[in-house]
């Protein structure tokens, strides 16, 4: 049973529509952007500078095609975004929830979560590839086409998840629990499934990579 944290978010948080404008003066104080609520901010392209996220709400936002790479989110909420295309290579997430968000061909590459929960959202053709996982959930989400590749899912779970398609190359999977998912044309070359949980019809669909005929 996996276990995270919930973000620690502020009770008494600022309210801004204007993410670029709160980021720019943030960059210019030398601080971080700590303890606000961004209601129906739009996308900002490349933030710049040394500023991590702290203690943060997004609500209804639309941040597609903007760049956080390497940057920090901790203690953070994104509720009824859409985050489609957007760059959050080499970021570190802990304690960060994503709910009811699309994100569609995301970046995540090289990120490192650490209790993150992705719940109700629709992630296809996203990138997780190389991601490090310490203690997070993907619930009721659709991550057709996205590419696992190469993932450390030192302790993560899958419940009722869309994999269809998905790739998983070089992504050990042992421990993982399959059987809630639709994992049918997941790309793998085979080792990676040593250990993993399926059900009896899923073991079928597999059995091609271990080279197996089922009659």
């Known amino acids: 049973m996996i276990k995270t944290e919930k973000p620690k978010i502020s009770e008494d948080l600022k309210e801004s529509g204007n993410l670029e404008e709160v980021v ?12 606000w609520h961004f209601l129906n901010a739009a996308g900002i ?3 710049s ?7 943060c709400l997004f609500e209804n936002c639309r941040l597609t095609e903007s760049g956080f790479g390497n940057r920090y989110f901790a203690d953070a909420v994104f509720s009824n975004c859409d985050l489609s295309n957007t760059d959050f290579s080499k970021c570190l ?10 994100a569609l061909g995301t ?5 490192a979560f650490e209790s993150v929960v992705i719940r109700g959202s629709v992630c296809t053709y996203a990138n997780l590839s190389s991601v490090r996982m310490k203690n997070c959930l993907f619930e009721e989400s659709d991550f057709s086409n996205g590419s ?3 993932c450390d899912f030192r302790s993560a779970a899958f419940q009722k998840c869309n994999l269809t398609q998905a ?3 070089h992504a050990p999977l042992k421990g993982m629990d399959f059987t809630t998912c639709e994992i049918s044309g997941i790309l793998l070359s085979g080792p990676e499934l040593q250990g993993a ?4 019809v899923q073991a079928c669909d597999l059995s091609r990579y271990l080279g197996l005929i089922v009659r």
Do not use: M, P, Y
């Open 107 to 111: 970046n995540f590459s090289e990120a």
């Open 45 to 47: 392209g490349a933030v």
């Open 24 to 35: 720019r003066e943030a960059r210019e104080e030398e601080r971080d952007v700590k303890d």
């Open 197 to 200: 949980i399926v059900t009896a």
């Open 148 to 150: 696992f590749q190469q």
């Open 49 to 55: 500078g040394d500023s991590d996220f702290l203690s």
């Open 93 to 102: 997430f802990r304690r960060v929830r994503f709910e009811n968000c699309k």
């Open 167 to 169: 790739e998983f190359l």
